[in-house]
């Protein structure tokens, strides 16, 4: 069993920067694939990125590509993902994810552990 608690998401202007933190405890998070997903109002939950179990490889959704940054600390048993240059289009509950895959013909596939949930708000 993974306990997954994220935090650091709020309230930022358009081209303005945030960081989110995922603290994982529990069951050895170095063996598992980790991710970040949001969901919007009204709309489906999707795929943002995710990272391998050792940090070396990474996949990230077009519509962040070049903004997000995901990484993470197996010491520490933390994912981050350092969003920059946000829009509006990035307003969502943001969720850590652990024990999917890190590449999917549809998108990756999450894990069976989830976070509660951070809201970001992307407003002028």
């Known amino acids: 069993q993974v306990h997954l608690v994220e935090s650091g998401g709020g309230l930022v202007q358009p081209g303005g920067s945030l960081r989110l933190s995922c603290a994982a405890s529990g069951r050895t998070v170095s063996t598992i694939v980790m991710g970040w997903f949001r969901q919007a109002p009204g709309r489906e939950r999707e795929f943002v990125a995710t990272?391998?179990?050792?940090?070396?490889?990474?996949n990230y959704a077009d519509s962040v590509k070049g903004r997000f940054t995901i990484s993470r600390d197996n010491a520490k048993s933390t994912v981050n993902l350092q969003m920059n240059n946000l829009k509006p289009e990035d307003t969502a509950v943001y969720y850590c994810n652990g024990g999917g895959s890190i590449f999917g013909l549809r998108g990756p596939a999450p894990g069976n552990y989830w976070g509660q949930g951070t809201q970001v708000t992307v407003s002028s």
């Open positions: 990272v391998g179990r050792s940090g070396d490889v990474t």
